[in-house]
């Protein structure tokens, strides 16, 4: 979940998603998507490792995770889930998908990629009605991958913009935008990257694992999960490490 300003309520939400949603296989039947327990689920989606709302529009991006650093990963698309009507629209790619480089803010990838195997993703209104989607790529390359939707449901319009290729040490996982273009990913270690100076490290060393990360809506807040002390770190922006503060420490292990 993105544009929060609070801690609980993304963590919350996301461990919700995660138990109310469940990944389709080529074995899945009908009788498997029948509601029980007080649940409903949403087949027709494989592998889902995020979520994020496209606004208040009714739908929901959903990445399709395959593979990863050191494998060799496997199809992993983009798609649009309606929080209501439960309908599954693949985003990307698609026969209609097109591409239109912004080579001054995206200077890294002049074409789409080959394959795509999706992660981490993040959405941001672009100011024209429409959204960004960030998404963590780990097909044919490493990489955040940058789409433009319009008209979210089965007529989506979507554009892929660019790319930024993720440095080797990072592992990404999360990906969170910021305002003035400036882009954060996290996994084994966290980096920020910057239309002016590219790539710095972040916190390395102070969150164990870093995983997933949000942005609060200003900008000057990170909230950043150590997988592997199970904690919800509050940081500032800008790296003031004597600012940060663990929000929560978890029972549950390897949490994203």
Request: glycine share 12%.
């Amino acid at each position: 979940v993105t544009g929060v300003q609070t801690c609980a309520l993304p963590i919350c939400a996301a461990f919700l998603a995660v138990c109310l949603t469940r990944p389709a296989t080529a074995q899945n039947t009908a009788a498997d998507c029948a509601p029980r327990d007080g649940m409903t689920f949403i087949c027709g989606l494989e592998n889902a490792e995020d979520l994020v709302p496209l606004g208040d529009s009714g739908w929901i991006v959903v990445s399709s995770f395959h593979g990863g650093p050191g494998n060799v990963p496997g199809f992993g698309p983009l798609s649009i889930v309606n929080s209501k009507s439960h309908a599954v629209v693949r985003l990307y790619p698609r026969d209609d998908a097109k591409a239109d480089w912004d080579r001054t803010h995206f200077p890294d990838c002049d074409m789409p990629p080959s394959n795509i195997s999706s992660h981490g993703l993040d959405v941001r209104a672009n100011g024209s009605g429409g959204f960004r989607v960030f998404a963590v790529n780990h097909g044919g390359r490493e990489s955040i991958e940058i789409f433009d939707v319009t008209s979210p449901g089965a007529n989506a319009r979507v554009t892929w913009r660019g790319c930024l290729l993720v440095p080797k040490d990072v592992l990404a996982n999360g990906v969170a935008s910021l305002p003035g273009g400036r882009v954060v990913v996290s996994g084994q270690n966290v980096t920020i990257w910057s239309p002016r100076s590219g790539w710095r490290g972040y916190t390395p060393g102070v969150i164990k694992r870093a995983n997933g990360v949000i942005a609060s809506p200003d900008g000057r807040w990170l909230y950043i999960n150590g997988s592997d002390d199970y904690t919800v770190n509050l940081v500032a922006t800008d790296g003031r490490m004597e600012d940060r503060k663990v929000l929560i420490t978890s029972e549950f292990a390897h949490a994203d």
